[in-house]
């Protein structure tokens, strides 16, 4: 896994970025405070956060043999100083309580939690079907 981070001039608006040959734009902040559109690098932290959370929840409940249906993560940046992560993390299938504590484990260790958890406060809200 690789990516490349290219500014093509000093005052450009976007970053030219490069994921494993996926290419895409990143808005540079401009400092007023005001969310840029498209993709920003906090929005790409959140991204990682929440696609390394929706295929861990998947993961965890299909090795228990409990159809997910749809998994769905929303992580937001909050703006307080300093930043936060808030994650709300959906579930439509029904957990049974034992493995929903479990679920929580593994959502509160997957890969890029831990990577984060010591640079930033990472919230999260589980809500699963049934409930």
């Known amino acids: 896994m690789w990516s490349t981070a290219r ?27 005001a969310e840029p559109p498209g993709a920003t690098p906090f929005g790409l932290l959140a991204a990682s956060l929440s696609a390394c959370t929706a295929m861990s929840v998947r993961t965890f409940l299909q090795r228990w043999h409990v159809d997910p249906g749809a998994v769905s993560v929303r ?20 957990v049974r309580t034992d493995l929903r504590e479990q679920l929580a484990g593994v ?13 930033v406060t990472i919230r999260t809200a589980l809500h699963t079907g049934g409930r």
């Open 107 to 119: 959502i509160d260790s997957t890969p890029v939690t831990v990577l984060l958890r010591d640079a």
């Open 75 to 94: 992580v937001g940046v909050l703006d307080t100083v300093p930043p936060m992560l808030d994650r709300h993390v959906t579930v439509d299938g029904q």
């Open 7 to 33: 500014l093509p001039v000093p005052d450009a608006d976007a970053v030219d970025v490069d994921v494993n040959g996926m290419e895409l734009s990143c808005a540079v902040p401009d400092g007023s405070g």
